[in-house]
């Protein structure tokens, strides 16, 4: 059995308008924290941005694909994580640096859902856009975006084509497709 935590994961569309409280984000982000990294190194950075504050919510939004503004924009709290690619002892690429984000991204989408609250990550954006209206940093690099919210409650609200994605089946390889024993393609016989 896997944990629920995991199980229950999913990518909405449709999200409720209620918001996420301070402390809710705040352990969040302190989930993120703790993720293993390479040297500890800790390379991942995030910026988000509440929809209590327009200006900000709207400036992180605008860094989206048009598909993805189309759900994104009633989620409650947009992000971007971003990754310190040159390596911050020697002067050099970090080439665990993305993985590393993602690592810590993985926490944080745990750490919300014991919380009920639903992540959605979004490769659908505008790194350069990005880079150059939030004020990141040479040496930093935007990895992705992602929308928290609660999922809707009330989904009859939202326009019928993400209603029928938010129903769409969800599927995953086969266990014996990404696990192999010993050698590559050999069956784990399971
Ligand atoms: C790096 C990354 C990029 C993604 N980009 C998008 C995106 O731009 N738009 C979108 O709607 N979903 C995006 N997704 C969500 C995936 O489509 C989703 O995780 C996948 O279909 C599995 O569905 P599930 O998360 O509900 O299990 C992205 C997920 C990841 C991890």
């Keep these: 059995m896997i944990h629920p935590l995991i199980s229950k994961r999913r990518s909405p569309v449709l999200f409720s308008g209620r918001s996420i409280s301070r402390e809710d984000l705040i352990d969040i982000f302190e989930a993120a924290r703790w993720a293993p990294s390479s040297n500890n190194q800790q390379p991942w950075r995030y910026i988000i941005a509440t929809r209590e504050t327009p200006d900000e919510h709207s400036g992180l939004l ?15 709290v947009l992000g971007i994580s ?5 390596s911050t002892y020697k002067n050099r690429k970090n080439r665990f640096a993305r993985h590393d984000v993602g690592l810590s991204m993985a926490f944080l989408i ?33 990895v992705a975006m992602f929308a928290l919210g609660y999922p809707a409650e009330n989904v009859m609200e939202f326009p019928r ?30």
């Design 110 to 142: 745990i750490q919300a859902m014991s919380s009920g609250i639903y992540t959605h990550v979004m490769g659908g954006f505008d790194p350069e856009l990005a880079i150059e209206s939030l004020s990141i940093p040479e040496r930093f690099e935007p």
């Design 161 to 190: 084509d993400l209603i029928d994605r938010e129903k769409k089946e969800r599927s995953r390889k086969n266990i014996s497709e990404i696990l192999y024993y010993g050698k590559w393609q050999r069956s784990y016989n399971i």
């Design 82 to 86: 971003i990754a310190e690619s040159i």
């Design 62 to 76: 605008s860094c989206l694909s048009e598909g993805n503004i189309l759900w994104a924009k009633f989620a409650p």
